[in-house]
């Protein structure tokens, strides 16, 4: 091509994107706008204005293709539930990143569900929490092969869910749903963080996560666990580094082989718990705990534990509102290693005597 015509082209290309972004774009927001304009939060969705700059958009500064749209909260409630049509999607070849939460949804029209999507190849991020969601949509998810951050939390799941076809996923949050079973056959080897926290699980569920050998965080708050937790199922966690296990009603930890001592946990949340004191004991094995949170809780049977406790490297204790008597004191003055030490409203009465 002539070099003159060239930048003649050249210059009407950027005359175009002048305008801000694609014709086909455009138009596809515009058809989207009616389903999420409730609060007039996209009154500036209007045509033949640059839609790069309208509100809840984010465009790539080189392509001018919409990368992210978030569309959060933007549906009143009043308008009652409804069916998505996720086509609406699929013109956004270079979609990075989609927001829907909040918004009523009861799940996808026939046959224009997330599976029209499964051409987006940079779709990454996938947000529905607090919608009405229910496990049929699993498997229409299961054809985002590009998808890495799922949140299908505060949603209708119910009873037993099978997240085998979600292998890219790094972080699936699925938090406060009315889940009983979890299946999973072989796990996500990609998986990083998981939250099951606020479901109906019990402690069954540790024995089903043996296939999640990257898992690095690990949300079981508020999961009906009770009594006895044989860490046994959580032996294959190689890589565990947050455990999140508060708000249940465990008395124990045992770890019945001692294969594997979680190692490689470096946090540990058992805010709100009932526990025997004797946990601590288990818990000293897990020799790179940094952060032990234990706020809040009830402790049992303090004059059974012999001697104190060594902890290897825990830096940090927090047991605000967590009461316990003058006892305790012998148990944690021989941590070395910390650093910070929060003991709120735990009753202790007197003078602290101890030194260093
Ligand atoms: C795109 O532009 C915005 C604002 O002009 C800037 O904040 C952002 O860093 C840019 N992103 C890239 C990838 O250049
Ligand atoms: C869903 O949206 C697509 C794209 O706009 C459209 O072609 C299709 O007819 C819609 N389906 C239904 C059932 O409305
Ligand atoms: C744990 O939950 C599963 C699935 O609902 C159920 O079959 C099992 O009986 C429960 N176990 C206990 C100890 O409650
Ligand atoms: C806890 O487990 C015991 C048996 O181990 C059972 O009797 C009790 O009902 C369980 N409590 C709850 C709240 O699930
Ligand atoms: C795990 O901890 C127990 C003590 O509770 C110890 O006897 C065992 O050797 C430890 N296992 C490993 C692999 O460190
Ligand atoms: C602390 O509580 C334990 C039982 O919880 C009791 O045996 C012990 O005597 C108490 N110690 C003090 C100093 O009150
Ligand atoms: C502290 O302990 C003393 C003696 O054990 C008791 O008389 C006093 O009431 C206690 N104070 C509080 C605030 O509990």
């Known amino acids: 091509m002539d070099s003159k015509w060239f930048c003649v082209l050249l210059v009407m290309m950027l005359v175009s994107l002048g305008e801000g972004c694609w014709e086909e774009e455009r138009t596809a927001l515009l058809q989207l706008k009616p389903f999420f304009d409730s609060f007039n939060y996209l009154h500036n969705w209007v045509k033949n204005s640059k839609c790069c700059e309208w509100g809840m958009v984010a465009c790539n500064n080189i392509t001018h293709k919409v990368i992210t749209l978030d569309l959060s909260t933007t549906r009143d409630e009043k308008l009652g539930e409804w069916y998505l049509n996720a086509s609406l999607f699929s ?124 898992l690095k965080s690990l949300y079981l708050e508020d999961i009906g666990l009770n009594g006895t937790i044989d860490l046994e199922g959580l032996q294959s966690l190689e890589n565990l580094e947050e455990f999140y296990m508060g708000w249940n009603r465990i008395d124990k930890f045992v770890n019945s082989k001692e294969l594997h001592n979680l190692t490689t946990l470096e946090e540990l ?88």
Do not use: W
Request: charged share 20%; hydrophobic share 35%.
């Open 269 to 356: 949340i058992l805010d709100g718990s009932k526990l025997d004191i004797s946990f601590l004991q288990t818990v000293a094995t897990f020799t790179s705990l940094k952060h032990l949170l234990m706020s809040g809780c009830e402790l049992n049977d303090i004059s059974q534990v012999q001697g104190p406790i060594k902890f290897k490297n825990l830096e940090s204790l927090f047991m605000d509102g967590t009461t316990f008597n003058n006892s305790f004191r012998q148990i944690i003055r021989p941590i070395t290693t910390l650093k910070k030490l929060s003991l709120q409203n735990c009753g202790l009465n007197g003078t602290l005597h101890d030194q260093g």
């Open 91 to 214: 013109p956004f070849q270079q979609l990075q990143s989609l927001d829907l939460s909040f918004n009523y949804i009861s799940g996808c029209i026939e046959n224009e569900g997330f599976e029209r999507l499964s051409r987006l190849s940079n779709l990454e991020k996938l947000n529905l929490r607090g919608n009405n969601f229910n496990n049929n949509i699993l498997s229409s998810l299961a054809g985002l092969s590009s998808l890495k951050y799922l949140d299908l939390g505060e949603n209708r799941f119910k009873e037993a869910i099978n997240i085998e076809g979600l292998h890219s996923l790094k972080v699936l949050d699925m938090s406060y749903n009315e889940i009983d079973t979890f299946v999973s056959p072989k796990g996500l080897s990609n998986l990083e963080l998981i939250d099951l926290s606020g479901n109906k699980l019990n402690n069954s569920i540790l024995s089903s996560l043996g296939g999640f050998s990257s």
